[in-house]
């Protein structure tokens, strides 16, 4: 027994160190798949998606065409959501308003064919910021986060894309000091698949919260001078194969250790983890002839942001090259 069992480690021990030396790419059709020659130098540029090794972009091509047609096919757009309780009824309830303004406001919203009915009380001046703001907040169960006391942190311009952000309406407001949650402030809606992203790419929980519209944007336009990273986006890709090319081709070009994919309400946002360095991509899925929101179509124009003069609409003119 005691020489069956020393045998039995000995094995164990060979194929331990065997399995370090040669490594086991997670792609079966991989042509260097636990061969000692040469995929252990091959080990020093692999490239780890989910959880798995894989010794090159290559080998991990089908997997992630797969991901990225799941994806594509997978994902329903969230919709704007009814809520049980109208604001209208709210602003009554909070006495902010009163039932003639309430009937006021719904027959402006009804001529008009459209509009966000917090829009027009405040068109009619019968609200302020702040009360539209904190009834938002218990309508869509969410504390109010008192932006105008808080300055942008130097470390939030690189820790989501500025595009999402733009795109969702939402800033970073408030990270607690181990990384596992992060606070998110909207103005305009709650966009639940920008959450769940975020938990899925950053591993941490995330947290909804709201302030007004006006101080949102403020400090989106704050979060843009301060910025000092510049994604890649592409806003006419959408080809499962093409943005999978894409995406080889990029983490071999930073020979990137490890590469994420999530999705949102209006991009797949990529991210490549290199030398300790995070570097970002992103593909836009809503084509740019979506069409606008009623608030868009009755106060003020699109509120999508526009891409800077460095990004073309098909990619960017300075795109990455190895780091």
């Not at 094995?11 to 061969?35: I, N, V």
């Not at 780890?48 to 994902?75: D, I, K, T, V």
């Not at 309400?265 to 979506?290: G, Q």
Request: net charge positive; hydrophobic share 40%.
């Amino acid at each position: 027994m005691d020489d069956d069992s020393t045998d039995f480690e000995a094995t164990a021990s060979r194929e331990k160190w065997w399995a370090l030396l040669a490594g086991s790419c997670a792609a079966a059709q991989c042509p260097y798949r636990k061969k000692l020659w040469p995929a252990w130098f091959r080990k020093l540029r692999g490239v780890r998606f989910e959880g798995r090794w894989y010794c090159e972009a290559e080998c991990l091509r089908p997997l992630l065409e797969f991901r990225m047609l799941h994806l594509l096919s997978g994902f329903v757009v969230q919709k704007t959501r009814s809520h049980r309780l109208p604001l209208g009824l709210l602003l009554v309830n909070r006495g902010a308003i009163s039932a003639e303004q309430l009937r006021e406001g719904l027959r402006k919203q009804r001529d008009a064919g459209g509009g966000r009915l917090g829009d027009w009380f405040r068109q009619m001046g019968t609200v302020n910021e702040q009360q539209l703001t904190a009834a938002l907040g218990q309508q869509w169960g969410c504390p109010v986060f008192p932006l105008e006391q808080q300055a942008p942190h130097p470390l939030w311009s690189g820790l989501l894309p500025l595009p999402l952000l733009e795109s969702a309406r939402a800033v970073p407001v408030h990270a607690s000091l181990d990384g596992r949650v992060l606070h998110l402030c909207f103005g305009d809606h709650l966009d639940h698949p920008l959450l769940y992203a975020v938990e899925l790419m950053l591993g941490c929980r995330t947290v909804a919260c709201v302030a007004s519209e006006a101080k949102i944007d403020s400090f989106l336009g704050q979060l843009r001078r301060h910025a000092q990273k510049i994604e890649t986006c592409f806003d006419t890709v959408r080809d499962p194969r093409e943005m999978t090319w894409v995406i080889c081709n990029y983490a071999t070009q930073l020979r990137a250790a490890r590469v994420a994919v999530v999705r949102t309400n209006a991009h797949v946002w990529v991210r490549f983890y290199c030398r300790n360095v995070a570097r970002d991509l992103l593909f836009r899925i809503l084509p740019e002839s979506t069409p606008a929101s009623p608030h868009q179509r009755f106060f003020g124009g699109a509120k999508a942001f526009s891409l800077p003069a460095d990004r073309k609409r098909d990619g960017v003119a300075n795109a990455p090259g190895p780091l």
